[in-house]
């Protein structure tokens, strides 16, 4: 791995903002099969972004295409990561999977990017760590 440059305090997702219950990680990973779990994520991309307004138009908010059984079970998962490891490990999970991708793409110089649907992970990983 290389080396990682140190994260300011200040740049903390506990620090970025005051997110409400309902866009909580806590919150979507409770709620029963029988809502529509899909609404209530698409909900949370909403207030993600109201608090962050760098975020504004970034996040999916199409999860209601998924059933609530699927995203059950995604959130059930990914609550089962340890929220205290001395390492990033989403990081380290994100850089498999790049990587994965960048040989099955083949590594002409073509260009990279964060799908949003990493980016929804992350954030939903990060109010996890909180």
Known sequence: ??????????????????????????YLLNRPEAEDIGAKVNAAMRDIEKHNPQLAGVLP?????????????????ISQIPATMDYDAFGRIYEYF???????????GGEFYTPSSIVIQKALCGAHSQ
């Not at 903390?12 to 409400?20: E, G, S, T, Y």
């Open 98 to 108: 790049l990587g994965e991708f960048a040989m099955s793409e083949g590594q002409g």
């Open 61 to 77: 908010k199409t999860y209601n295409l998924f059933t609530s059984t699927l995203l059950k079970e995604l959130l059930k998962n």
């Open 1 to 26: 791995m290389p080396h990682r440059k140190k994260i300011p305090p200040q740049s903390h997702w506990k620090n970025a903002c005051d997110l409400p219950v309902e866009a909580r990680f806590d």
